[in-house]
């Protein structure tokens, strides 16, 4: 059982909140009407969520989210109002894990809160959300990302819209048509505009993109580049290969979306690393390249927890699917995901060691760290290998060609 607190001095909402979560076994549910009240139920409950709302009567929502950020920081943070404009709100959102409107249904914010309960009872330890929570800085998502968000979860959303949401900011807009424009996708003839990049790829690879370039610069100011590149070259090599065995299969378009984002932010968690836990994660790197252990065991060794558990619960945060959450808390080790659906992560799972044979030129590398029970069980080695071939034709077709004439960066 999880326990929510509600603050909302709207006495509607709160009958409407009581009308779905009280109903469930899986809640425990406080209401507060106003800030004070709120701080007395934070001093003697054990809260996981925090749901408010922004405009309370004598303090205002803002002030509830400071005070758990700073006393309380491993409680789920979420605003919920009705304010439109949420640009005059950035400062706002900053301080909470995720923003709703109203205008979504109860149940829609009863599955917002119930994907942020699964993603604590993923095989996540509690020393992965301590780490998160205890970052001086977590990355606001850019501002472009809310109305990218804001739009796909209209009822019904327009890729027309879309495009002009990309196409109002010139640095994004730059952005993605080099991006598109580049060997990651293989486009034959080149896109001029957003509006162009958004019909060919789909509204949700394009919200992926804005959120992996923000974050990549964003890593990129705070530590050596050069880290910060490897893991976008290999995320980028990892979409790749993944876009290319989603083809190979035929899979319907919204899997093949999911699975480029996945793919796209698979490493998160190696950013974080980096930025964050500098020093640990050098010498669990240092281990991991003069023993046979993988990098994510000398990660759990030095630093208690791995770079997958740790991108994926960033990512249950911000509020991504939680199917790409699971795709990525597991990538490395998919027999432990206890999901039925596995599809998009065994080609997440097989496209990241497919990558990383590559780079680190070591063509038994796949072989070795691969999940051999899930591989044996659930795709089945002539599968594994009809899939490589499928990707190291494309890196000889589309990849070479492109390091040898822009030194790998695109
Ligand atoms: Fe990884
Ligand atoms: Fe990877």
């Not at 060919?200 to 990129?220: M, Q, T």
């Not at 290999?234 to 299969?249: N, P, R, T, W």
């Not at 089945?380 to 060609?401: A, F, K």
Request: glycine residues 4%.
């Amino acid at each position: 059982m999880h326990t929510v607190l509600f603050v909302d001095n709207d006495p509607q909402w709160i009958v409407r909140y009581q009308s779905v979560f009280s109903n469930s076994s899986q809640w425990d549910c406080f209401y507060a009407e106003d800030v004070l009240a709120a701080v007395d139920y934070l001093n003697y409950l054990d809260v996981d969520i925090i749901v408010t709302e922004l405009q309370l009567p004598l303090f205002d929502g803002t002030q509830i989210l400071e005070y758990v950020r700073k006393r309380y920081p491993r409680i789920i943070r979420l605003i919920l109002t009705d304010h439109e404009k949420i640009e005059g709100y950035l400062d706002i959102v900053r301080l909470a894990h995720q923003f709703l409107r109203k205008a979504h249904s109860v149940d829609r914010i009863e599955e917002i809160v119930q994907n942020l309960y699964r993603l604590h009872r993923l095989v996540i330890s509690r020393h992965a959300r301590d780490m998160v929570s205890s970052m001086d800085s977590i990355p606001a998502l850019p501002d472009a990302y809310y109305r990218l968000k804001a739009e796909i979860d209209r009822s019904e959303p327009s890729l027309r819209r879309v495009g002009a949401i990309v196409e109002s900011d010139v640095g994004l807009s730059t952005t993605i048509l080099k991006l598109i424009n580049s060997s990651f996708f293989a486009i034959a003839e080149p896109v001029t505009t957003p509006s162009q990049a958004v019909t060919l790829l789909g509204a949700e690879v394009i919200k992926s993109l804005v959120v992996s370039s923000h974050l990549f610069s964003h890593f990129a100011e705070k530590e050596t580049c050069d880290s910060v590149a490897e893991v976008m070259i290999h995320s980028k090599l990892v979409a790749g290969f993944v876009g290319e065995i989603c083809a190979y299969h035929k899979v319907r378009k919204s899997v093949r979306e999911t699975a480029v984002m996945a793919a796209l932010l698979h490493d998160l968690g190696r950013l974080v690393f980096e930025s964050s836990f500098h020093d640990k994660y050098g010498k669990a790197i240092g281990i991991s390249s003069v023993t046979s252990e993988s990098l994510s065991e000398s990660e759990r060794q030095v630093l208690g927890a791995d770079h997958a558990e740790v991108g994926a619960y960033l990512l249950g945060l911000w509020g991504f699917q939680y199917r790409t959450v699971e795709a990525v808390a597991f990538h490395h080790a998919p027999s432990k995901c206890v999901s039925a659906d596995n599809m998009l992560l065994s080609i997440l799972h097989a496209a990241d060691m497919f990558a990383l044979e590559r780079q680190e030129r070591r063509i038994n590398f796949g072989t070795e760290y691969m999940d051999r029970t899930y591989v044996d069980e659930t795709i089945g080695l002539d599968r594994w290998d009809e899939w490589r071939s499928v990707c190291i034709t494309y890196y000889e077709r589309v990849w070479v060609p492109s390091m040898d004439s822009q030194g790998a960066s695109e």
